[in-house]
């Protein structure tokens, strides 16, 4: 989900899972923990969960949306977050607005540039039983899904954050 | 609506008519242009327009968020916005996330911290008719408005942004 995970080795989950399909079918990515491949339908209407900036390499702007459920759990502090829940992270490369900085006469003002990917958690604590309940997606903005070894990263470093059964961005009042 | 009107000096727009009133009855921002002064039902469950970013001595984290008729004007770029368009501002300490940095292993991650105020645009050509058929509203955390002297820079601010019939915030995808 977050942009972090990106930035991380991978650690798979199942590690004896992948070795045996490994050697078993020489594929090993093929059989790797699912995540997810397609792009939840009507997310970008979802409800604000929070917002988020990211400084260095990442430089992004980014808007947390969740499903109903997702929302419900949030608002009502309910952990583990229900099957159902889908939480999106809609990211944009944080850009200066030089029509804002004209109205303030000084250059302080960003706004959302290019999207540079839409994530998503989705929780279906059967069908990703292996990463913790959470199917992770990450979507480059033409809607094309990334591979197996590039969303591998993604539980062990959410898992990191155990306390909020994985999800790193709180609500937003 | 933008936290950059909050900065500006007070211009106002139907200037014969202040002077009128404050010679009149000694209660000049009484008479004022109409603003904003109750919070819209529901505006938190609004569908997200963008997301914002100010530095210096706002060092904000925003999100904009729109009712059904702005996100419709929004996404077939109707100009002007219909009268029924609110526009929503949830504004946001911009704040480091050591929870976030500690994965990351470096400094570089934001989040919205404790709310500093919410903006609406209230689109009504009538009602509003002496700031651009926008109503503008401004309120503190706990909900309460802002007075007439803290609005009245409001007008002048987005007045510079005609070509967006006043509206800084552009839709991102």
Redesign the interface.
């Known amino acids: 989900m977050?942009r972090?995970a990106v930035?991380l080795v991978v650690v798979m989950a199942v590690a004896g899972f992948v070795a045996f399909t490994a050697s078993a079918s020489g594929h090993a990515d093929q059989k790797a923990a699912p995540y997810v491949t397609q792009i939840p339908a009507g997310y970008?209407?979802w409800?604000?969960v929070?917002?988020?900036?990211?400084?260095?390499n990442?430089n992004s702007?980014?808007?947390v949306?969740g499903n109903d459920v997702a929302?419900k759990a949030y608002r009502e502090k309910t952990l583990p977050y229900p099957d159902g829940t889908i939480i999106a992270a809609?990211h944009?490369k944080?850009t200066p607005s030089a029509?804002?900085d004209k109205?303030?006469g000084?250059?302080?003002?960003?706004?959302?540039g290019p999207?540079t990917n839409i994530q998503f958690m989705v929780k279906d604590s059967v069908k990703y039983a292996a990463t913790g309940g959470w199917g992770f997606g990450h979507f480059s903005?033409d809607g094309k899904p990334a591979d197996a070894a590039f969303m591998s990263p993604c539980f062990p470093?959410h898992e990191?954050?155990k306390n909020t059964d994985l999800v790193?961005?709180?609500y937003?009042?």
Chains 1, 2 share one sequence.
Do not use: M, W
Not at 50 to 56: P, T
């Open positions: 977050r972090v930035l970008r209407d409800t604000l929070s917002v988020a900036h990211e400084e260095g990442l702007l980014g808007a949306l929302i809609l944009y944080n029509e804002n109205v303030f000084r250059d302080q003002s960003f706004v959302a999207p903005p470093c990191k954050v790193f961005t709180h937003a009042p």
